[in-house]
């Protein structure tokens, strides 16, 4: 038998048993691809597996051999090693000795410097080290408990906050850093937090602030929300999980580890590490942060589209290799460890494939000090094997990064559909999107209705009368041009609202980032050719964000 089946089944825990079933039976061929893209109008990771029946009396679990890819398939069917293949540039895994129930993608795609690093004398799996508790986020509940800091980087104890719509001046005695997306994590510190959970005792403090916070919930009927409710009288308090250690969930293209000092708070977009000994935290930070975390990240995960995109369920995170503090912790290879690791941190993180020189030479001085702890090798050794985690994580990325346009750019030249399915993705994205509300909100508060000019006035201002509205803040209107388009009809606010008009353009321009970011992804590598296909994406993907805010406002204004 043959099918083509979601890769979601060679993984998934509720289909462990199946998978025993499958293996006491039959003897299979996976094909599986990242070079290639099948039935992208699906949206769904798929492989084809090819089924050969078992004997009778046939014990244990049956061979599997997984096929890598590594080129389009043209339909032709060869055999590669006696093994049946539908491309000759294919890598041939046997994987006859995963669990019956094992995790079979994991095991036929995880590249062999990364097996390596796995089997190294100091190395272990996060399950299996002693002293590191391991955990994923947690929801944290209602939003009335999830504080944004107005200046991250002030050193005061008196932070000025935001939440639920208000603002509130509070200590920091009664606030946990918390972080609530990858986003936030621009390095590899996370010492200025951007958001705060409130966390207070369940007996009141008597700080006026606070109780005005806590009167100001109980007008909003906080106190009555399915997730606070059952707190009972002392509905305010709140005591998460801390964590020294935060990975993401889902980082696409860059590797982020965020080392949380102090502890600190996490959603449930990421996995945490708690250490019994807080120097264990550097060791295994340095050994998550370098090209063997990243090829972790890129593996050790779960395909969960056709784009390439990958999601780290918490069983997956736990099978991550690490250094082994124990093995690590006071020989001569821990503070060369510790020390590349504080150099990288500092860096704001970019995607794998882009980094800029010194960032590359910082992670890859890491990557070699982690290589020499876990082998206890040469150095020229060790800089050979960083190269070529670092080579394999490069090249990971840039090949999802082309799938994703080609599986994205499939999808929208279809026949009489080349911009109903980005319209689509854009309406869903947009019906929860905050900052698309706050921006039509700003863009009918105004006391006149007009139209923003061309730039072709703005820089010929000599040859028009300057009695438009904006006329005394040309640079304005020249951004608000640039964000929102030419002509755009709005009630703005008044011209003497600088911060109102500057708003606009400042959520604007994340609201224009994300909105390709959802429809076209990020940009393939420029050589690429995916790179037309995404370009013509992006555009796609301004105009709707630009039209969307335009009919809302009008229809606000009508």
Known sequence: MAFVLPSGVLQNENVAGWRQWLRRRWDLVIWHTEEDVWFSDARVATFAALFSPRGRNATGAGRVHFVNVREDATGELMSVDGIPSPAARVVIRDIS???????????????????????????????????????????????????????????????????????????????????????????????????????????????????????????????????????????????????????????????????????????????????????????????????????????????????GLRRVALIQFQEWPILDPSRVRGTRHEARCLQTYERWRVFDSSEIDEMAPDELAAWRDLTEAVAIAAFGTSASAARSMADSAITEAQSTVARRRTREAAALGGRTRQAGGARTSASARLRQWLSGSSEFRRVVELLTSGPTQYSLRNEGELQNLALFENDHPLGAVPYIELELIRVLGAGFDAAWPDPSDREALETIIVIGRELLDTAITVIAGEPPPVNSPASAAWREIAAAALDGLRKAIQVEVRKTLL
């Open 97 to 307: 000795a995963t669990p019956p129930a094992g995790d079979l993608l994991i095991a036929g795609t995880k590249p062999d410097v990364l097996r390596e690093f796995e089997a190294a004398p100091a190395t272990t799996l996060i399950r299996d080290a002693a002293g590191i508790e391991s955990g994923a986020g947690q929801k944290l509940g209602h939003a009335f408990f999830k504080l944004k800091d107005t200046n991250p980087a002030s050193a005061s104890l008196i932070r000025n906050l935001t939440g639920l719509g208000t603002s509130v001046r509070l200590h920091r005695r009664y606030l946990t850093p918390l972080l609530t997306g990858p986003k936030e994590l621009v390095s590899g510190e996370s010492n200025a937090p951007e958001h705060w959970l409130l966390t207070l005792p369940r007996e009141l403090p008597t700080n006026a602030a606070i109780r005005d916070y806590i009167r100001y919930g109980r007008a909003e009927e906080v106190h009555v929300a399915p997730s606070v409710e059952s707190r009972g009288d002392a509905w305010w308090s709140l005591t998460p999980a801390l964590w020294d250690i935060a990975v993401p969930m889902s980082a696409q293209f860059k590797h982020q580890v965020a080392y949380l000092n102090p502890a600190g708070a996490v959603t449930n977009n990421f996995h945490g590490l708690k250490f019994e000994n807080p120097r264990d935290g550097l060791i295994v930070g340095a050994s998550l942060a370098s090209a063997f975390g990243a090829l972790a990240r890129l593996y050790v995960s779960g395909e969960i589209g056709c784009e």
